[in-house]
Each structure stands twice: as C-alpha cells, then as structure tokens.
C-alpha cells in the first residue's frame, strides 16, 4: 500500500518549526501541520545529500515495507532513519524524485505518522 503524504520543497530560507535530520544534515518541517502538506528541506552545505533529491521537489508516500516499495527500483538515497520510528528512502522513476516512509508499528513513534 502506498498513502499519500506530502510534497516536500528544498529552500534555501529557515522556516518557523524546522526540526534538524542529524543523518541527512537538512532541516525540514511537518508537513502534517502545513494546510497542503508542504514539508520544506534546507540542506546543509556540508550535507551528504547530493544530486536530484536535494535539487528537485519530492513525492512522498507512507509505505507498509520500504523494502517491498524499493524493489527493482532506482535508489538515489537511503533507507535511513530519519528520525526515531521512521525509515525512508528516495527513489528517482521517470524523472521525478519520490520519497518512501516507513514508521514504525508501535503509534505516535514520531509526530509525523499521524
């Protein structure tokens, strides 16, 4: 199953809320509390991520297993932890750059899973 999540935005201005990704060096914010499910990305500039994923907007899916989800795909990034109890992954596919997110079973492991 693959659900909706949000469009994720690379910015280059800090937004009111941004919670900072140790393992990918970004700041992002929830885009659950954003009225179109906007969630806004600015990269370090020593951040690893490099390429499509930090230069063009991104679709993001809840997915039940990244594993499942990745499978003969184009992986340009990931899976890692994002944060506690969510696992993603980005895949680029005809030109697009899609983000899968897996959260962990137990509920409200992080914020963003509601």
């Known amino acids: 199953m693959k659900q909706f999540h949000h469009l994720g935005l690379p910015t280059d201005d800090k937004q009111p809320g941004e919670t ?40 993001a899916f809840r997915v039940d297993s990244i594993k499942a989800a990745i499978a003969g795909e184009k992986v340009v990034l990931g899976p890692f932890e994002a944060m506690p109890g969510l696992t993603v992954v ?4 005809d030109g697009a750059v899609y983000e899968y997110m897996e959260f962990a079973a137990q509920p409200n492991a992080t914020s963003w899973g509601k």
């Open 90 to 93: 980005f895949i680029e596919k």
């Open 20 to 59: 900072y990704v140790p393992a990918s060096k970004v700041w992002v914010t929830d885009p659950l509390k954003h009225k179109y499910k906007v969630e806004f990305l600015r990269f370090e500039p020593d951040s690893p991520v490099k390429g499509v994923v930090r230069d063009l907007p991104h679709f």
